[in-house]
């Protein structure tokens, strides 16, 4: 049974909010909770971050005019609350669904969503670029970003507000604090402090205060000022953003709203200089679950709301992730210099489990992919083994590090690249599509493309082994296909692939997992006459020179799969044959890549299906590639 919600059944947009009594913005914090906790137990999502700012949601809408005034969330996964409170209630449980809501912040889906979020740390620099187009157009509305999750950590945070008070003077950022990692909970004393610091009779005396003072001589003037930062650090600990020119409020509690609401309304009058808000949270507020363990409710499948009891398929194989963990372990029992390193996501790349056992040669950086990056290759110029394990899509964000200090330094750090390829509900913003591409064109940058949770033990063997320069291992989120994984897993040549059936005809070249789509084709062409070959190419770079020529010169079809965008693997076997004749004569050839546009959020299958690069889209590339009949296409796809 969905929830009781009176007040918020009373109410179609914020405007409406800001009509309420501070009683009823209370209980609609209360009713917006529990139907959070409804709606991600039924679509699964991000729980904890969503239930942390409750309160702080319904305070931002309740004092500022959005979507007049500019709400920007950081990361976006905080942005529950918020869809329910801007018009998108009714289809709420369509959240990270086919055809649904984004899971994060999408400029398309509402104007309450000025920009879209999904990667850490981007609000502040996207608030002072609102900032600047208003001042430049002359309007007045207020820019809110709120920052937190961890995002803080993330260097592009600082960046944007170091450069914040010499692009505006009109910015309000709030930092959620919900892992008091800069403060502890604070009560209602700190509360009042803020209250009475953010307050319009505060400012006036201080500013009278600064006038005076600077009329002192210079020597008394700067102990007057470092007095008065002494004081106020030594009451909220704000001396830090004081320096970098914002006024500081807080700490305050993200869980009273009186306070909350308080504080907002004085914040929003001022706009002589950036206002930083610091308010502290508690992630999974208001459901013991989540309360109780954070990090396993962060992301959360579907659960029961009695239990909390989370209801995630059983599966006959490891993750693809817990493989990388387990034999990660086991090459570092035998090699002491192999160290690990994450940017903030110890468990999603199971590095959690390889701390537990290594506990001092495992890093965790924070938010940081790109001192991530730069730290493994001073790891690696040192003669230690650094293996960087960062969600293809993360790696992004440290691209110029992998090219500058890591390539071009032919220094040997291993990249595991997890979350390669499509990942389901996260969509887009968390796509792992364009590695293969960025990594590729790149010199001296070795990369491999798991099939299955054998082949990526024996890769992190490789790369283990591999001293020669840079290297990447990629492979995809989710289970493996249930192959037996030797005890010690042996080294591949390098730049070496496999045939793993034989055929005549057709030839199917796959680079990573989507291999079984791959036989699953060849027993579909098989069965109407069209023998068919397949490979597993393991390496994108370098390439199998040998294999390729022999499915180029022997097959009339040839077709390559990946789990990858335009300009990847396939591109790279183009451009070898071009330079080998081979694409002269009579070869039928094709790259099956991810389609050039982001997909939105579904389940993987339907993604990939989506995308051609399941059995029945390779088929049908096959078919249509030697020129059979569309009606004959079009029975094969069906059978």
Known sequence: MPPETPVLDSFQTPQDIRRLSPTQVKALADEVRAETIDVVSKTGGHLGSALGVVELTVALHHTFETPRDILIWDVGHQCYPHKILTGRRDRIRSLRQGGGLS??????????????????????????????????????????????????????????????????????????????????????????????????????????????????????????RKSEEFSRTYVTGGTFFEELGFYYVGPIDGHNMEHLCQVLRRVREIRDRPVLVHVVTQKGKGYEPAENAADKYHGVAKFDVITGEQSKPKSNAPSYTEVFASELIKQARRDDRIVAITAAMPSGTGLDRFAEVFPTRCYDVGIAEQHAVTFAAGLAAEGMK?????????????????????????????????????????????????????????????????????????????ATAYDDGPSAFRYPRGDGVGVTIPDVAQPLAIGKGRIVREGSKVAILSLGARLQEALKAADMLAARGLSTTVADARFAKPLDKDLILQLARHH??????????????GGFVLHYLAGEGALDNALKIRTLTLPDVYQDQDSQTNQYAEAGLDAAGIVLTAVRALGLEDVLAAKLVKG
């Open 103 to 224: 899971g994060f912040t999408k400029r398309s889906e509402s104007p309450y969503d000025p920009f879209g979020a999904a990667h850490a740390a981007t609000s502040i620099s996207a608030a002072l670029g609102f900032c600047a187009a208003r001042d430049q157009k002359g309007e007045d509305h207020k820019v809110i970003a709120v920052i937190g999750d961890g995002s803080m950590s993330a260097g592009m945070a600082y960046e944007a507000m170091n450069n914040a008070a010499e692009t505006t003077r009109n910015l309000t950022v709030i930092l959620n604090d919900n892992d008091m990692s800069i403060a502890p909970p604070v009560g209602g004393m700190s509360a009042y402090l803020a209250n009475l610091v953010s307050g319009g009779a505060y400012q006036a005396v201080r500013r009278w205060g600064k006038s005076v003072a600077e009329r002192l001589p210079r020597s008394i003037f700067e102990l007057v």
């Open 386 to 462: 650094p293996f960087c394990a960062i969600y293809s899509t993360f790696l992004q964000r440290g691209y110029d590090q992998v090219a500058h200090d890591v390539s071009l330094q032919n220094l040997p750090v291993r990249f595991a690249i997890d979350r390669a390829g499509l990942v389901g509900a996260d969509g887009a913003t968390h796509a792992g599509a364009f590695d293969i591409g960025y990594l590729g064109a790149l010199p001296q940058m070795m990369i491999m493309a798991a099939s299955d949770e054998a082949e990526l033990a024996a890769m992190i063997a490789t």
């Open 556 to 569: 009339e079809c040839l077709i390559t799969v990946e789990e990858g965008s335009v300009g990847g693997f």
